[in-house]
């Protein structure tokens, strides 16, 4: 399987405190992406970061790529009740084949 | 604009039925997939569309048929049901070319 790994698999914070969960994947790459599920709903796109690219920025979140080391890293600054959620990694390695990752459920008390 | 909706949201079937999921989608999307999603397995992608006649298979196309007659909808049919296709069903979209994939609420599947 393709599928990529997060970890941790779970993570609980105080409101006001940074997240940080990592993504690894096995093989070469086109773009890496992470998603936000909050429970019983469908996935929501938060950002997307390119092979030749090793950070990008949106808002609270921070995403760093490590080709070298096959992984990737999602950082959420100054997290808030509501980023309480899972948080997916999702490679494409094809351009049509998306391979999701085990998640990170991530629980913020306020 | 609807999104991507996704009918029904709950459905249970016996062993060996048969049924087909809905998805549909509103934004002219060429990319339409479908995805399971299990307990600690993450989502896995089953089949996906690049456009309207054209259809291929994904990480685990067994026990599901597709097709996709126009840009819009893209219907997951399962054949013969079987109990380890109980799961959450999403479907998704996007523009060819693009990677933001967006989801529809999901079809919770259970399978007796």
């Known amino acids: 399987s393709q599928q990529g790994e997060e970890d941790p698999q779970a993570l609980s914070i105080q409101e006001g405190e940074n997240a940080t969960m990592n993504c690894s994947y096995k093989?070469?790459?086109?773009?890496l992406q992470w998603y936000r599920q909050n429970s019983g709903r469908g996935l929501v796109h938060l950002i997307l970061?390119?092979?030749?690219?090793r950070e990008k920025h949106s808002g609270r979140l921070r995403v760093t790529l490590d080709t070298s080391k096959k992984s990737s890293s999602l950082l959420i600054t100054a997290s808030r009740a509501a980023d309480t959620a899972s948080y997916f990694c999702?490679?494409?390695?094809?351009?049509?084949?998306?391979?999701f990752g085990t998640g990170t459920s991530l629980t913020v008390i306020p | 604009n609807a999104g991507v909706t996704q009918t029904p949201k709950f459905q249970v079937l016996k062993t060996g039925q048969s049924m087909t999921l809905q998805c549909a989608q509103d934004?002219?999307?060429?990319?339409m997939s479908w995805y399971r999603q299990d307990p600690g397995m993450g989502l896995r992608l089953i089949h996906y569309?690049?456009?309207?006649?054209?259809?291929d298979q994904g990480e685990v196309p067994n026990g599901y048929n597709v097709s996709r007659s126009t840009t819009e909808d893209f219907p997951l049919r399962l054949l013969s049901a079987a109990p380890s296709q109980t799961s959450v069903y999403f479907c998704?979209?996007?523009?060819?070319?693009?990677?933001?994939?967006?989801f529809g609420p999901g079809t919770r599947l259970t399978v007796l």
């Open positions: 998704a979209s996007s523009y060819r070319g693009q990677r933001e994939q967006f």
């Open positions: 093989t070469s790459i086109n773009n």
């Open positions: 970061i390119r092979s030749n690219e």
């Open positions: 999702a490679t494409d390695y094809t351009g049509n084949q998306f391979y």
């Open positions: 934004m002219n999307h060429e990319y």
């Open positions: 569309s690049v456009g309207a006649g054209i259809t």
